[in-house]
């Protein structure tokens, strides 16, 4: 127990260490390491997939379910997609040492703000191997020394993946230090973690809903925290039926695994009776359950021509199925009168993640992009954009549901801070 504290410590210390030199890094040393990762997580990809299907094995054999076991599988396509999303952060502006909204103001003074790293992140995850990449990618560009603290579910995988990117980092001239990796799963280390204020700058947890609320409460420095998402794709009355299936199929069918797949389809009870069977039969395809309301219920079983290919996946919506981050081929369907009913329903049962419009209607996609409390509002297309890779910011640390202060994607601006810079020629204050 000692040792794996003393290990923490250390390696925290090293990390604020490093920081203080990486604040000051040349960006063309910084895209030089990302490079060399890119191109490790391809050459090396033998090592990396034999130690991923080590922690798949052991977790598939301890009855982890489908979507956790989906989020911790590596594989060759994977770990090309990790490559190219952190050679699209290489690519991308450095935002450290930016000048932003410079003025002069009437005495002379010319005052702005330049953004500067945070300093060391802190970053507790499950599950996702993807991460220790991820993370440490836009730690990198953005300056931040990381502190990385995966689940024990991961280990193997996430040691392989933290090596490449030491290995690739320190061999392009980053400060050593600058990734650390805390190898020991005991979980007493995540509550030294979250006391190591002066240490560690910011805390992002990345998993479960009770990790988040572990961190939230017990973090002694600020927290970033989301990835909980019970999103929602409402069809208007005005929507274009043939894009609403195709919308709502791939919000729900492309990766129901992660947080910005659809969990509750509201539709609105003009379109009901034409569209609701459209889209059951498509997602019946993929064996999406369908946990729907009394008049969603009542809409498809009256329609033979396609109930028997649907009422096998058809279930009674209870209370619960509101509000429910499914993250399986799962859905809840309930029938609304109205946009008004559609938007408060959101705001009852929403996590502030990622909601979606289906209509031809502008004033109606209009209210709800402006009246929608989320992170990432939508009209006519898909909640699984809710992406840093998506959006084109490179990775992602992961979607913050709250306000302060970053919202959405957290890539690499989210990962500054400013200060601000006053250049004078004497000015003296009255």
Same mark, same amino acid.
């Given at each position: 127990?000692?040792?794996?504290?003393?290990?923490?410590?250390?390696?925290?210390?090293?990390?604020?260490?490093?920081?203080?030199?990486?604040?000051?890094?040349?960006?063309?040393?910084?895209?030089?390491?990302?490079?060399?990762?890119?191109?490790?997580?391809?050459?090396?990809?033998?090592?990396?997939?034999?130690?991923?299907?080590?922690?798949?094995?052991?977790?598939?054999?301890?009855?982890?379910?489908?979507?956790?076991?989906?989020?911790?599988?590596?594989?060759?396509?994977?770990?090309?997609?990790?490559?190219?999303?952190?050679?699209?952060?290489?690519?991308?502006?450095?935002?450290?040492?930016?000048?932003?909204?410079?003025?002069?103001?009437?005495?002379?003074?010319?005052?702005?703000?330049?953004?500067?790293?945070?300093?060391?992140?802190?970053?507790?995850?499950?599950?996702?191997?993807?991460?220790?990449?991820?993370?440490?990618?836009?730690?990198?560009?953005?300056?931040?020394?990381?502190?990385?603290?995966?689940?024990?579910?991961?280990?193997?995988?996430?040691?392989?993946?933290?090596?490449?990117?030491?290995?690739?980092?320190?061999?392009?001239?980053?400060?050593?230090?600058?990734?650390?990796?805390?190898?020991?799963?005991?979980?007493?280390?995540?509550?030294?973690?979250?006391?190591?204020?002066?240490?560690?700058?910011?805390?992002?947890?990345?998993?479960?809903?009770?990790?988040?609320?572990?961190?939230?409460?017990?973090?002694?420095?600020?927290?970033?925290?989301?990835?909980?998402?019970?999103?929602?794709?409402?069809?208007?009355?005005?929507?274009?039926?043939?894009?609403?299936?195709?919308?709502?199929?791939?919000?729900?069918?492309?990766?129901?695994?992660?947080?910005?797949?659809?969990?509750?389809?509201?539709?609105?009870?003009?379109?009901?009776?034409?569209?609701?069977?459209?889209?059951?039969?498509?997602?019946?395809?993929?064996?999406?359950?369908?946990?729907?309301?009394?008049?969603?219920?009542?809409?498809?079983? *009256?329609?033979?021509?396609? @109930? #028997? !290919? /649907?009422?096998?996946?058809? $279930?009674? &919506?209870?209370?619960?199925?509101?509000?429910?981050?499914?993250?399986?081929?799962?859905?809840?369907?309930?029938?609304?009168?109205?946009?008004?009913?559609?938007?408060?329903?959101?705001?009852?049962?929403?996590?502030?993640?990622?909601?979606?419009?289906?209509?031809?209607?502008?004033? *109606?996609?209009?209210?709800? @992009? #402006? !009246? /929608?409390?989320?992170?990432? $509002?939508? &009209?006519?297309?898909?909640?699984?954009?809710?992406?840093?890779?998506?959006?084109?910011?490179?990775?992602?640390?992961?979607?913050?549901?709250?306000?302060?202060?970053?919202?959405?994607?957290?890539?690499?601006?989210?990962?500054?801070?400013?200060?601000?810079?006053?250049?004078?020629?004497?000015?003296?204050?009255?």
């Amino acid at each position: 127990m000692k040792s794996a504290i003393k290990e923490l410590e250390e390696k925290g210390k090293a990390a604020k260490a490093a920081s203080k030199k990486l604040a000051f890094l040349s960006t063309e040393i910084k895209n030089k390491a990302l490079l060399n990762v890119a191109d490790a997580l391809v050459t090396k990809q033998d090592e990396i997939l034999a130690a991923n299907k080590v922690d798949y094995g052991e977790a598939k054999a301890s009855g982890m379910n489908e979507a956790m076991l989906d989020r911790l599988m590596l594989s060759e396509d994977r770990l090309e997609s990790m490559s190219q999303d952190t050679r699209t952060v290489a690519v991308l502006p450095d935002p450290v040492g930016e000048i932003i909204e410079m003025k002069t103001l009437p005495n002379g003074l010319q005052i702005g703000k330049k953004r500067v790293p945070l300093g060391v992140i802190g970053a507790i995850y499950e599950s996702r191997p993807n991460v220790t990449i991820d993370i440490s990618s836009l730690c990198l560009k953005s300056g931040n020394a990381v502190v990385l603290r995966g689940g024990r579910e991961a280990v193997n995988s996430n040691t392989a993946l933290a090596k490449v990117a030491q290995e690739a980092c320190y061999r392009a001239g980053v400060p050593q230090g600058a990734i650390q990796f805390i190898e020991s799963t005991e979980r007493v280390l995540v509550n030294r973690m979250l006391r190591m204020k002066g240490i560690i700058d910011l805390i992002i947890p990345r998993g479960g809903a009770g990790l988040i609320k572990l961190v939230s409460e017990n973090a002694a420095m600020p927290v970033v925290t989301g990835g909980i998402g019970v999103c929602h794709t409402y069809v208007d009355k005005s929507a274009d039926l043939n894009k609403a299936v195709a919308i709502a199929y791939n919000a729900k069918v492309q990766r129901p695994t992660v947080c910005n797949a659809l969990d509750c389809l509201l539709v609105h009870s003009q379109v009901a009776p034409n569209y609701l069977p459209s889209i059951a039969k498509e997602w019946a395809k993929a064996g999406v359950e369908m946990h729907c309301d009394e008049r969603a219920l009542a809409i498809l079983k *009256a329609n033979n021509v396609i @109930l #028997n !290919e /649907v009422k096998n996946l058809l $279930v009674p &919506a209870e209370d619960e199925d509101w509000g429910k981050e499914y993250l399986s081929l799962k859905a809840a369907i309930k029938v609304v009168d109205s946009l008004d009913e559609a938007l408060e329903h959101i705001e009852t049962y929403g996590s502030g993640h990622s909601e979606a419009i289906v209509t031809e209607d502008y004033s *109606a996609a209009m209210r709800f @992009l #402006n !009246e /929608v409390d989320a992170a990432c $509002v939508y &009209a006519n297309a898909s909640t699984r954009f809710t992406d840093g890779a998506q959006f084109g910011l490179g990775a992602e640390l992961g979607i913050s549901t709250q306000k302060f202060h970053a919202r959405g994607p957290m890539a690499l601006k989210e990962l500054t801070s400013y200060k601000w810079i006053i250049f004078g020629s004497g000015q003296i204050r009255p």
